[in-house]
Each structure stands twice: as C-alpha cells, then as structure tokens.
C-alpha cells in the first residue's frame, strides 16, 4: 500500500526557514515523481514544486522560486522541501504526492499524482 507521510512543519517567523520531509513506503517500483502542493485557509490547494524520480529535474511555482528548494535524499524514498524568506502567504497545510512515472521530468499538476499525504502545517507570524 502507498504511503506518503510528511513532517517538519511548523510555526516560524518571517524571513525563517523551514525544511519539510516526505518519507514514501509501498512502492512497487523507484520510478516516481513527488511533488509538494498547499492549501491556504479559504483558498484552493496550488501547486509548489516537483521531482523527477532521478532527481534531475525539478519545477517550482513563480511565487517560491528562489526561495524554496525540492532534492531527493540518499536514501530516495525520501524528498525534501526546503523553504526559506518565509512570508506570512506561505502559512498554509503543505502536501506531498507521488505518483509512478520513469521519465526525467515532472509537471506541478493534482492531476498528476494518484496517492498523497495528510499533510504538515506550516505557520509564519511574528
């Protein structure tokens, strides 16, 4: 069974950093993307950024470019989002998603990815 689980949420101040984890189990094969989308309270969930399964390629949202950083760890069942000059519009619950798919590339699209997390809140105020 897939299993994505997310953690490293949090609340933080403007100008901090964060790095959030996606750990990943049950998939039958290393072929996959992930990517990361939010949720902001009373706005739809956007996409944030996105892995290709050899890690080579990578895609952001304009609203996080230069901000925030997607790499594939070590062990690769496990993504990473490190995000930095947080701003209170990054306060929202923070998703990863997987999906089976062996090319090097990868689109930041809901319709992409078949199995997700329960997300990871991240909060910054001052």
């Known amino acids: 069974q897939l299993q994505l689980v997310e953690s490293g949420g949090g609340l933080v101040q403007p100008g901090g950093s964060l790095r959030l984890s996606c750990a990943a189990s049950?998939?039958?094969?290393?072929?996959?993307?992930v990517g990361w989308f939010r949720q902001a309270p009373g706005k739809e969930r956007e996409g944030v950024s996105c892995i290709s399964y050899r890690g080579g390629f990578t895609s952001y949202a304009d609203s996080v470019k230069g901000r925030f950083t997607i790499s594939r760890g070590n062990a690769k069942n496990t993504v990473y989002l490190q995000m930095s000059s947080l701003k209170p519009e990054d306060t929202a619950i923070y998703y990863c998603a997987a999906d089976p798919w062996p090319l090097n590339q990868c689109v930041i699209s809901e319709t992409r990815f078949g199995s997700w997390g329960r997300g990871t809140q991240v909060t910054v105020s001052s």
């Open positions: 049950g998939f039958s094969s290393d072929y996959y993307v």
